[in-house]
């Protein structure tokens, strides 16, 4: 258990429509990192928070969006779902934003869109 | 900019064997370097790291070692289980804008037959 939290662990939804993926991190952990894992794209990078504020983005499409709350869970908005979005959401969390620190990561979420 | 290559899976072994997985980089600067694993159905968990070179990580058995001459951070084990099936990703961490990006390899999967 590396103790962050991921809900829900399925979504099964349809195109077009709008999801909340929710993310608390490890305690005392002040980033979190979102990423997406397809088949056929491998671990994509998506966003990184760091004590509320945005600090990185990565190939995160306009139609998804996240933020991080004071209490340092963080939430990844999808919305006008595409089948294309099918994935699993792994969100991850690390003591600080320096380069040496590991992420620590949770089960995921696995999106369906149909 | 910076990126990570692996090799292509499956690596398909029997237990006992020897086991190499390659993983090259490309950085301007001086990157960490950590590999991560993931066994079915779960997240990504770190297996070990090196933060500069000539480093060598290791843990569970597994051992790597930074090489800034051919740019590479090798995964190797001199005897696998069963229990090591799982897929495999070499990562880097480069700064950005005031932070650290995580970029990871495509990932290997390992297969070992009993």
């Known amino acids: 258990d590396s103790g962050v939290t991921q809900t829900p662990k399925h979504l099964i939804t349809a195109t077009g429509q709008r999801v909340t993926l929710r993310c608390s991190p490890r305690?005392?952990?002040?980033?979190v990192y979102w990423y997406q894992q397809s088949l056929d794209q491998g671990l994509q990078f998506l966003i990184q928070?760091?004590?509320?504020?945005?600090?990185a983005k990565g190939n995160i499409l306009e139609r998804f969006s996240a933020q991080q709350f004071p209490d340092l869970h963080s939430e990844l908005n999808l919305s006008s779902l595409e089948l294309g979005d099918s994935a699993l959401y792994f969100c991850a969390s690390s003591v600080s934003s320096g380069g040496g620190y590991e992420q620590y990561f949770g089960p995921g979420t696995r999106l369906t869109v149909t | 900019g910076n990126s990570v290559t692996q090799m292509e899976g499956p690596v398909t072994l029997s237990e006992e064997a020897f086991l190499t997985i390659n993983c090259t980089y490309t950085a301007t600067g001086y990157p960490s370097l950590f590999w991560y694993v993931q066994y079915p159905g779960e997240g990504l968990q770190l297996l070990l790291k090196a933060t500069k070179a000539d480093d060598k990580g290791s843990n569970k058995g597994f051992e790597a070692t930074y090489r800034k001459e051919t740019t590479s951070f090798h995964l190797e084990k001199g005897s696998v289980q069963v229990s090591d099936s799982a897929v495999y990703f070499c990562a880097l961490t480069e700064p950005t804008s005031g932070t650290y990006k995580y970029i990871f390899g495509t990932g290997t999967r390992l297969k070992v037959l009993a």
């Open positions: 305690s005392g952990d002040l980033s």
């Open positions: 928070y760091y004590n509320g504020e945005e600090r």
